[in-house]
């Protein structure tokens, strides 16, 4: 029966300082975030929180298209209709249309969002949750959204295709459907039946988590861009939030941080038929950069106003468009994102000064952070003695610490060369009383001696692992199929690694992840 152990972050040396300090609750961080991740958080968050009938019409209509041709669920389709409720609210995920989910880590944030909805609904029983994902289908970020890695090989969708990658057509994917190793019956669908992928990878995580309540929402979508008219204009005008994120920026990393987003001065992308481009103000007129594009203030803001949709935010604007669609109390993301997050929450301040209707900063939440360690792997760590947190450490020290451990044979010079250090002292002393010119000579040779036994000492620790060779090697395999090339298993691959082999797996990780639990998760037989 499979089990999961919860491993603290900061032993696992995989997480960023700033990740680690939100998670603890560090007080340097505490002016950059309005609510800490607790249950009393959101029972605060509840109490403030307001998302107008029309706001929750304009939902309602952007669903009812997106879902028109989507045979759904009976409880996402319950879900949908609960966000007319005003006590009905989302925790939202958010990510890239990635082919074939991309890595695991996107499945570990699907599932956390679901997990959390169901337990605010166990603690808030008047409350209703909804879990969203929000699509970032605008994004154009390609390179990352093309491969994915099942069974140790990288399959790489080619296209010749530009802009938005949720608006790109399929043409070139069937030909990664061919080299899978067996039919995948999920994405064989998606992937024939759906003419972009933004409506593939709604349909797939719809078949695959529907049954769990989950809504995907994608924000490349007319009736939702209304809602952001006075925010694309006001940055249009003032180009305001790219400097609040450079004070804020300054602040972190004077407190010893570093900033994860850069902003820009215009922090907006002209959005158009294979066409995703920065928006420049050069000269008094705004550039749309790298086309022939150019347009005067009135002429751009009139765009705003009539066609919001030619408009994507980035990074720095991006939240602000989800939290003004949905009406969220969390938003569940990871290291990155958290990072990214704390340096927007006197952006939202702004907006909310500005008049945005019913802004609110969410409750940032830990995504789970998982690796999934199979019976005959845990068999062969505990046949070699070893635990799933030596496995954290990299392979140089992974090593060491694993011949030292084993060996019989004390390879270590540290006491020959305290003993060295001692002869060259008496040395010194007598170079004082005969002549103190050659101290600097003597020092020297001292440095090439202990220099000597450091070399010799590294010989014969490679002499040990020689000598360990077998058990050496088996380490190390069992280190590389869990951690590919030195990464976390959940960054690098794919579910289908475990789901082709157990229809069952989403469900039992499903039901073994606590999203209260703010570890590092090892799922395994223990």
Known sequence: MQRIKGIPFSETKAFSKIFLDYITQQDSLKEFYQYSPTIESFGEILKKKQFSDAQRNNLQIALKEQYKNLKISEKTQKNIELLQD????????????????????????????????????????????VPVYWMGSEDHDFAEISHFRLFGKKYQWETTQKGAVGRMNLQGIESLLQELPEKIELFETAYTKNISLAKATQWAVNELFGDKGIVVIDGDDTTLKKNLIPILQNELRTQKSGQIVQEVSGKLENLGYKAQVNPRNINLFYLDEDLRERIEFVDGKYHVVNTDLYFSEHDILQIAEETPEMFSPNAVLRPV????????????????????????????????????????????????????????????????????????????????????????????????????????????????????????????????????????????????????????????????????????????????NFYLNDSQWLDNVYHLINPWDFNFQVIGLF
Request: net charge negative.
């Open 86 to 129: 005003a006590k009905t609210f989302t925790v939202a995920t958010a990510h890239q249309p990635l082919i074939f989910f991309g890595e695991l880590y996107f499945v570990y944030k699907i599932l956390t969002t679901i997990k959390l909805a169901n337990s605010l609904k166990e603690k808030f029983p008047e409350y209703n949750f």
């Open 321 to 496: 468009y989800q939290e003004l669609s949905i009406p969220n109390l969390g938003y569940v993301g990871g290291p990155g994102e958290i990072a990214y997050w704390l340096q927007l929450k006197n952006v939202f301040k702004y907006f909310e000064t500005q008049g945005a209707d019913n802004l609110q900063y969410p409750i940032l939440f830990s995504r789970t952070f998982a690796l999934m360690v199979q019976g005959n792997q845990q068999q062969k760590i505990e046949k070699l003695g070893l635990t799933i947190e030596d496995l954290f450490l990299d392979e140089i020290s992974l090593k060491k610490y694993f011949v030292e451990k084993n060996s019989t044979n004390d390879f270590h010079l540290n006491q020959e060369m305290e003993e060295f250090k001692e002869v060259f002292k008496k040395i010194q002393q007598k170079a004082q009383q005969i002549d103190k010119s050659l101290e600097g000579a003597i020092a020297a040779e001292e440095q090439k001696t202990l220099k000597s036994l450091d070399n010799l000492e590294k010989r014969l620790q490679k002499a040990e692992e020689r000598n360990q060779e077998t058990q050496v090697t088996q380490v190390l395999g069992i280190k590389e199929k869990l951690f590919p090339n030195g990464a976390l298993q959940e960054r690098t691959d794919n579910f289908l």
